[in-house]
Nanobody, 121 residues
Framework: QVQLAESGGGLVQAGGSLRLSCAAS????????MGWYRQAPGKQRELVAS???????NYADSVKGRFTISGDNAKNTVYLQMNSLKPEDTAVYYC???????????????WGQGTQVTVSS
């Protein structure tokens, strides 16, 4: 089994910064990609940023230039540095990972439990 443990959410004023972390543990043979999604009340879950095992990154247009995703392959951990936060960034942020548990299995999609980020104006 695989678990994703998120940390780093909280309350911050507009213009401030937060850093989210997500560590994958359990039966991990390889990780193809990890990323962050968010879901605001009444809205659909959306991709914020993702990073592949080869360090290729992808960002939502709304966070480009403000958020930076990075990974530590040795620790199976992904980080999201969020700067210049805006009230519209308020949401529950979910970690996502495509993980293969053994050489005999395919990549499966896993989700963290979510961490609340609230940006006050």
């Amino acid at each position: 089994q695989v678990q994703l443990a998120e940390s780093g959410g909280g309350l911050v004023q507009a213009g401030g910064s937060l850093r989210l972390s997500c560590a994958a543990s359990g039966r991990i043979f390889s990780i193809n990609a990890m990323g962050w999604y968010r879901q605001a009340p009444g809205k659909q879950r959306e991709l914020v940023a993702s990073i592949t095992s080869g360090d290729s990154t992808n960002y939502a247009d709304s966070v480009k230039g403000r958020f930076t995703i990075s990974g530590d392959n040795a620790k199976n951990t992904v980080y999201l540095q969020m700067n210049s936060l805006k009230p519209e960034d308020t949401a529950v942020y979910y970690c996502n990972a495509a993980i293969r548990s053994s050489i005999f299995t395919v990549f499966q999609n896993y989700w963290g439990q979510g961490t609340q980020v609230t940006v006050s104006s």
